[in-house]
T-cell receptor, first 116, second 113 residues
Framework: GAVVSQHPSRVICKSGTSVKIECRSL??????MFWYRQFPKQSLMLMAT?????????EQGVEKDKFLINHASLTLSTLTVTSAHPEDSSFYIC????????????FGEGSRLTVL | GENVEQHPSTLSVQEGDSAVIKCTYS??????FPWYKQELGKRPQLIID?????GEKKDQRIAVTLNKTAKHFSLHITETQPEDSAVYFC????????????FGKGTTLSVSS
């Protein structure tokens, strides 16, 4: 299957700082990538849909000025959590569809963000 | 948009018993229905999926059924083993529209020996 790599896997930062998370498709081109957030013992909640070369589409309740998404190439999408606060601490995970027609989405390893 | 409901939220079974998890979806345009197993702190692992042109799919001890008319699909695990203990998520998407997967709230399955 297609491989999606996410970095960093863990990050700890101070409140008020910004953190960038990278999501790369290693063996395929991803026109569209999806960003999810997962709080402890909860489900994966879609944050935004990232489209190469255009603005991301954010889900209701997700602040686009706080969660900046850039999809500048067909293999890289980044999520920047700006002015992070403790309530932003979560597991962030990206996904993309490969080149097959099965409908399957491939997930990155996820990034555990802890804001102190 | 799509809304996926999943039940039960927790399920405890004895080793060797069967486990069934049920999901319903709202968007008739959804045509792809995967099931994931997730261990703590890790990415979801696809265990089985089904598309809307199929009513049932089986892979060893795991099977999924889909009822398009009623908009519900179920995961069946037979002969459960302790290593089946995990959180399971159902999801739905419309691959034609290139939309994201929308997940159910998850089921914590505990298999005791």
């Amino acid at each position: 299957g297609a491989v999606v790599s996410q970095h960093p896997s863990r990050v700890i930062c101070k409140s008020g700082t910004s953190v960038k998370i990278e999501c790369r498709s290693l063996d395929f081109q991803a026109t569209t990538m999806f960003w999810y957030r997962q709080f402890p013992k909860q489900s994966l909640m879609l944050m935004a849909t990232s489209n190469e070369g255009s603005k991301a589409t954010y889900e209701q309740g997700v602040e686009k000025d706080k969660f900046l998404i850039n999809h500048a190439s067909l293999t890289l999408s980044t999520l920047t959590v700006t002015s992070a606060h403790p309530e932003d601490s979560s597991f962030y995970i990206c996904s993309a569809s490969g080149t097959s027609s099965t409908g399957e989405l491939f997930f990155g390893e996820g990034s555990r963000l802890t804001v102190l | 948009g799509e809304n996926v409901e999943q039940h039960p939220s927790t399920l405890s079974v004895q080793e060797g018993d069967s486990a069934v998890i049920k999901c319903t979806y709202s968007d008739s345009a959804s045509n792809y229905f995967p099931w994931y197993k997730q261990e703590l702190g890790k990415r979801p692992q696809l265990i089985i999926d089904i598309r809307s042109n199929v009513g049932e799919k089986k892979d060893q001890r795991i099977a999924v059924t889909l009822n398009k008319t009623a908009k519900h699909f179920s995961l069946h695990i037979t002969e459960t083993q302790p290593e089946d203990s995990a959180v399971y998520f159902c999801a739905a998407r419309s691959e034609w529209a290139g939309t994201a997967l929308i997940f159910g709230k998850g089921t914590t399955l505990s298999v005791s020996s």
